[in-house]
């Protein structure tokens, strides 16, 4: 599918003339642009190793804090499923709420050139930055949308008016 640009339905969205002129040439015909599927399932791979990370980080301090406290005793802690489950969830929402309503890009934004934009081409709020987050979350396969739709928007894109953009510029 081809990427849709964006700067017709986003005047906020429309890279300035200095910002484009300093991204490398094959990415300049691109900015402004909607992201596609590859991109985007890159990014939340990025994204998904981001919140794994931070789990096993918490998880191996809770096992030190236990170490520490009771060395004698000591056994390696073993969350149930659900615990797991809801911490990767809560963990995810904050993240991306996080990360959208301030910059509006998440580390896999960062890493592959995209920013999540409101429906004038602007960094969300936080409202809707939350209600996206939490969209995203609980209903992942409306991700994956993006692969049929002709203007590259996912189902989340579609009910709030977002869009994943491709965005080089280091301006938030």
């Known amino acids: 599918m081809t990427e849709q ?3 017709d339905l986003l005047p906020g969205a429309r890279p300035t003339e200095r910002s484009v002129r300093r991204l490398p040439e094959g990415a300049r015909e691109h900015q402004g ?23 096993v980080g918490c998880w191996v301090g809770w096992a030190a804090v236990r170490f520490l406290v009771s060395p004698e005793k000591f056994t390696w802690p ?9 911490a990767f969830d809560v963990v995810a929402v904050l993240y991306l709420t996080i990360a959208w ?10 890493v592959l050139g995209v920013r999540v934009v409101n429906f004038r081409g602007r960094r969300m709020r936080p ?3 939350l209600l996206r987050a939490l969209f995203c979350v609980f209903f992942p396969i409306g991700l994956f949308w993006v692969a049929v739709s002709r203007s590259n928007r996912s189902v989340q894109d579609v009910v709030l008016r977002t869009s994943a953009v491709y965005d080089w510029s280091q301006e938030g």
């Open 101 to 110: 309503a301030t910059s509006g890009r998440t580390v896999g934004g960062l």
């Open 78 to 86: 073993a969350p149930s499923w659900i615990v797991v489950v809801t």
């Open 127 to 129: 409202s809707g930055a």
């Open 5 to 7: 640009p964006v700067d």
């Open 33 to 55: 642009h909607r992201a596609g599927v590859v991109t985007r399932t890159l990014a939340m791979g990025v994204d998904i190793a981001v919140v794994v990370g931070f789990l």
